[in-house]
């Protein structure tokens, strides 16, 4: 019995080991249009980040909000279009993650886990990283249904779905830290990344 669990988790082994550079390639495609996103709104609203990252009342009351609104923006626009090719995409992460981290602490953390306020969710209760307002959602969304029947057009605005509140919580930002941490420790990918295919190069470069 124990033969045949170990032939069969090494053939297992086997068949998925070749697919190790496609999962690693769906990540930095679903990386990269979040990353450059975020990047390309920074720097279409320069002037706006950089008083958002200064100000201490409505935004984030960091020092050298030029700077580091500048070094936010290049990296996720860089980092983000480094991820489609797969070129330093180890290289990249760190700076990725470093900015996914100040923007877990600094933006997100106060708001708790949720991204979206669900107030029957038990990650709302306190469990992990609670935020007192995710429990007044069903209020909220019940006000705005309300006025939207008495003074909108409420069967066109919910015809693709619900309307939800944004809460905000540190959820989206987690998940892309540690979708960038899988990318630190593992790489671009074999086959389908720049970065295999510059080390073969090099690796063959070097036995000559």
Sequence with gaps: MINLIQSLQQRLNAAVSYLDGWCLLLVRLYLAPVMMQA????????????????????????????????LATATECIGGALLLPGLAVRWVSIPLLITMLVAMITVHAENGWLAIADANSWLADGTILSNPTVMAAPEKLNAARSLLEEHGYIDWLTSSGNFVILNNGIEFAATYFVMLLVLLCFGAGRYTSADYYLSCYFLRQSRL
């Design 39 to 70: 990047g390309w709104q920074k720097f279409s609203h320069f002037n706006d980040t950089v008083a958002w990252f200064g100000d201490a009342d409505y935004g984030l009351g960091l020092p050298f909000p030029a700077l580091l609104a500048g």
